[in-house]
């Protein structure tokens, strides 16, 4: 098993949904950046459990503690390791899983890979609390790109069949992205956001799920970041992103859209101020030949509908190999999407960070 990311900034994750706790170490951080506790408390918060009726009831803290790494507020440039604690496991609620798969999870898949001795209550490794790393390393990440104005911006661009407006990121603000932050399902129409509720607490009322599509920009980032042909922009940003529970696609710029377009209407015009070159459109979403070129790289993922339903599914027992019913017990999401709005972005950070340090920039 690799539970490591990173080609300079190194996250190593440990733990599982229901062990005394998770955390992670961060290697090659350069020493002297900001740790500002708040800012990571509030980071945490946005993917917090129990955060409202559509999270998930189970209710953890997260309140992190750093280990090592860190002197008055500050790297020191050894690696930095913390741990957040479990605190409110109800691990009898997965006992049938221990033989019985639920559809589209990785128990069967983790019983095959681990030859049984996986650890299934909650998901064990697999489960999404294991995103609250990532959140930690990304917070941290946060801090220091800000110190060069570059920020991450996120929203929930689709759940089910509701779309939120488009949103005009020439107009896209720090401040604007902080407030963004804030809202519990961060749209650019509030209207769409309440129809977007709406339709998970209907559907988390009849024991099912909705899955949807996150949109993301990182703003600012430096030109000319990328390393073709292996190590582009978008791959590893995409090693990142497909780590991340319940993502089933990603795409950059228009995306599939873009398939539609003839080539005239696709390209991006440039033009300069004298100065700075830009494009006109951004329809290849900030990256071309896997090298930044100064545009807001925005990049969308598809969240599949939690597996973790309550209605009855057709299973198997992989032990002794019948067919068999299963009803999912316990607390899940109904909504992946409203919480992994802040691992998605953590993760956009985290990796512009990883590219920076490995440039020399910090």
């Not at 309140?63 to 605190?87: D, H, Q, R, W």
């Not at 009898?92 to 019983?111: C, E, I, M, Q, W």
């Not at 006109?280 to 100064?294: P, S």
Request: one cysteine or more; a negative charge.
């Amino acid at each position: 098993m690799s539970s490591i990311w990173g080609n300079t900034i190194k996250l190593s994750v440990f733990g599982e949904s229901h062990s005394r706790g998770i955390g992670g170490v961060i290697d090659n951080l350069p020493p002297g950046i900001e740790i500002d506790m708040d800012e990571i408390t509030f980071e945490l918060k946005r993917r917090q459990t129990g955060s409202s009726a559509l999270a998930t009831a189970r209710k953890e803290p997260d309140i992190p503690e750093i280990l090592s790494g860190v002197v008055n507020g500050k790297t020191t440039g050894t690696p930095l390791a913390f741990v957040i604690y479990n605190s409110d496991q109800h691990s009898k609620d997965y006992d049938n899983l221990k033989t019985t798969a639920r559809p589209s999870h990785a128990d069967y898949t983790g019983f095959l890979r681990y030859k049984g001795f996986n650890d299934h209550r909650g998901g064990g490794h697999f489960s999404g609390r294991l995103t609250a790393p990532i959140v930690f390393a990304g917070a941290i990440a946060k801090s220091a790109l800000k110190q060069k104005g570059i920020y991450t911006v996120s929203r929930i661009k689709s759940i089910m069949d509701v779309t939120d407006s488009d949103w005009d990121l020439s107009c896209m603000t720090y401040d604007k992205a902080q407030e963004m932050k804030k809202l519990i399902i961060p749209t650019a129409d509030s209207l769409a956001a309440k129809r977007m509720e709406e339709v998970v607490l209907n559907l988390k009322s009849e024991g099912d799920s909705a899955g949807g599509v996150i949109e993301c920009a990182i703003m600012n980032m430096e030109k000319g970041i990328g390393n073709p042909i292996f190590d582009a922009f978008e791959a590893r940003l995409a090693s990142l992103i497909f780590s991340i529970p319940a993502t089933k696609g990603l795409e950059f710029g228009r995306g599939f859209d873009v398939t539609h377009l003839k080539g005239s209407e696709a390209n991006d015009p440039l033009y300069t101020d004298g100065e700075n070159i830009y494009t006109k459109t951004n329809n290849d979403g900030g990256i071309n030949g896997g090298i930044t070129n100064g545009m807001p790289i925005v990049f969308r993922t598809a969240i599949k509908p939690t597996a973790s339903i309550s209605l009855e599914q057709d299973s198997v027992n992989f032990v002794d190999k019948t067919n068999s019913k299963l009803t999912v017990v316990g607390r899940h999401d109904a909504c992946i999407c409203v919480r992994a709005v802040s691992v998605i972005d953590a993760a956009a950070a985290l990796c512009a960070f990883d590219y920076l340090v490995e440039e020399k920039m910090f």
